[in-house]
């Protein structure tokens, strides 16, 4: 079967994962598949570099989304890809990350296929592996991490999750979009027994200018995240790995300001 990038084939989507930011992080094949788009549906933290690969005539739809406030809901952003596919309209879905870790791109593939039409999928580098990589922070390591699992952090009944068994000595955890719920975060993880001393990063718009990595233990994320004004985009990596990153050890410096200020 020939490759949906095939430039005859027509009336097709092609989901394409952009990366945590940094444009060089694109693989071969999106940048092709960017470059073969009639329409370019995207979301809101998608590099402005990295839509103009797109080629100039192409139509640009945003569909960002934002805690609380979205542009579209997922149904509409369905019914936007298909009606588009169906004009015989090449439409690249452009989504931060990868298509398929938390960016619902299953979700607009079973759309897609339910309106019978063509859909291909084009990994991306994810915002753990990008960001975790800008702070040199192995998220396994034969002496520290045999295990890693990524959570969310802003799903809907976030204290009734099972995170049990997900963060602890020799395993490492991931928790995308947990900025806004960084305290509650910390209180499930203690409660569930991760000890208030394990080691925490924050990794803020990693990949991209202006990065951050920030080191505390967990019973001082969510006071950190205050203190340091942490925004969206950030993931908060638990794990003793994070001792190995490059990070700024934000407890540290700021128990040395309270003793100087003492």
């Known amino acids: 079967m020939p490759t949906l990038l095939d430039p005859h084939a027509r009336g097709r989507v092609i989901l394409v994962g952009a990366g945590p930011g940094d444009p ?39 569909v960002a989304k934002r805690r609380s406030r979205h542009t579209l809901p997922q149904e509409s952003i369905n019914t936007l890809i298909v009606a588009h ?59 520290w991490s045999s295990a890693v699992s990524f959570v969310a952090g802003q799903c809907k009944g976030l204290t009734d999750q099972d995170w049990s068994g997900l963060a602890g000595k020799g395993r490492t955890l991931v928790i995308y979009m947990g900025v806004a719920t960084a305290e509650a975060i910390a209180d499930k993880l203690m409660a569930d027994g991760v000890a208030p001393d394990m080691p925490v990063a924050v990794l803020e718009r990693g990949t991209l200018p202006g990065a951050r990595a920030l080191r505390t233990l967990l019973a001082d994320l969510g006071p950190m995240v205050g203190r340091e004004g942490v925004q969206s985009p950030a993931v908060i990596v ?25």
Do not use: N, Y
Request: one cysteine or more; proline letters at 4%; a negative charge.
């Open 85 to 143: 596919v169906k004009t015989g309209a090449i439409v690249v879905r452009l989504k931060g990350g990868d298509p398929f870790i938390f960016g619902r791109g299953g979700e607009e593939v079973e759309a897609v296929r339910a309106a019978g039409l063509p859909v291909e999928v084009i990994p991306g580098v994810s915002a753990a592996l990008g960001c975790a990589a800008g702070a040199m922070l192995p998220l396994t390591h034969r002496d």
């Open 238 to 262: 638990v794990g003793e790995v994070v001792q190995l990153a490059d990070a700024e050890d934000k407890l540290g410096a700021w128990a040395t300001a309270a003793e100087a200020m003492a």
């Open 24 to 62: 060089g992080l694109l693989t071969v094949r999106a940048v092709e598949a960017l470059k073969s788009a009639d329409v370019v549906v995207h979301d809101g933290l998608v590099d402005a570099r990295v839509l103009d690969i797109a080629p100039a005539a192409a139509q640009r739809i945003s």
